[in-house]
């Protein structure tokens, strides 16, 4: 294939432990050999890392990366929101996820901002057109939205608010993508749509996240796994495969660019680059 065009950018989460850290270092160090366009790092329900999401996304900026910090609705007010999107101004940061984001057990209040669209209103009217700011798309449709047509209207509204592009929630359907694309067109909103692309490393751990978020693991994919129980370089195998196949299927239908969820691992993104034709 050569080495591909597409552009790629990787996610982490704030790691808990000074050991998380070091591997968060060293697995940043690998990816960045692959010259991302960005690496975003998430914010914990109920915004409960916001002091680790910025003591990651400071070290990658002073690494000379581009850092792109999410932001999230529940259990946030605007005085904190304006004080994050301050320090982020004064620090040079150029893009913002910015997300509803999922209320922790045991919290009453979502906060201030209900929904994403009201956030991404939010920094628009506080920062004007500093932030390039991305939003989340469902491709497989968001677990909580009423219907199919409620969701691509609550994508519209966050475009409308002012998001750039959107980042998916991952899926190992194709079809799924390109469908969800073509109807954002019929309803007039063209910002790109980035698939979000999870590597398969351990399959109890990717079906613990499917259960929650919503994202479907098709049955072959799911019974074949199942299949190889305990044997876990068969499933990263089989997994490095399908991946790959799936990556391959986007970029030829024309992806504005790849974001892969990393779970602060290097390894699992780069054997599917280095498959894709990508060279650090």
């Not at 790691?15 to 850290?21: K, L, S, V």
């Not at 370089?233 to 089989?238: G, K, Y």
Request: aromatic share 10%.
């Amino acid at each position: 294939m050569g080495n591909p065009t597409t552009p790629i950018s990787f996610e982490f989460f704030p790691p808990q432990t000074p050991e998380g850290a070091a591997k968060l270092t060293a697995a940043r160090q690998k990816l960045a050999a692959f010259s991302p366009e960005f690496f975003s790092v998430t914010f914990g329900a109920g915004g409960s890392t916001q002091d680790r999401t910025l003591d990651i996304i400071k070290q990658i900026h002073a690494e000379g990366h581009s850092a792109a910090p999410h932001l999230s609705c529940v259990g946030s007010t605007r005085d904190n929101i304006r004080g994050l999107l301050n320090t982020y101004k004064d620090m040079g940061i150029k893009r913002i996820v910015a997300l509803r984001g999922d209320l922790p057990s045991g919290m009453a209040s979502i906060g201030e901002f209900q929904y994403a669209n009201e956030l991404v209103s939010f920094i628009r009217a506080q920062t004007g057109e500093h932030f390039h700011i991305e939003v989340a798309a469902y491709p497989e449709f968001h677990p909580q939205a009423k219907s199919a047509r409620d969701d691509m209207l609550n994508y519209k509204r966050k475009i409308n608010a002012g998001a750039n592009s959107a980042i998916t929630q991952y899926f190992y359907n194709a079809d799924a993508y390109f469908r969800f694309v073509d109807e954002t067109r019929k309803l007039g909103v063209e910002a790109p749509i980035v698939p979000g692309i999870m590597p398969i490393v351990r399959y109890s751990q990717l079906a613990r996240f499917s259960e929650m978020c919503g994202a479907e693991i098709p049955r072959w994919m799911r019974k074949t796994m199942e299949g190889y129980g305990d044997d876990v370089e068969s499933v990263q195998n089989f997994g490095l495969e399908i991946v790959t196949k799936l990556c391959e299927k986007l970029i030829a239908g024309g992806v504005p660019a790849l974001h892969f969820y990393t779970l602060n691992q290097a390894k699992a993104s780069i054997d599917i680059l280095q498959n894709l034709g990508y060279r650090a």
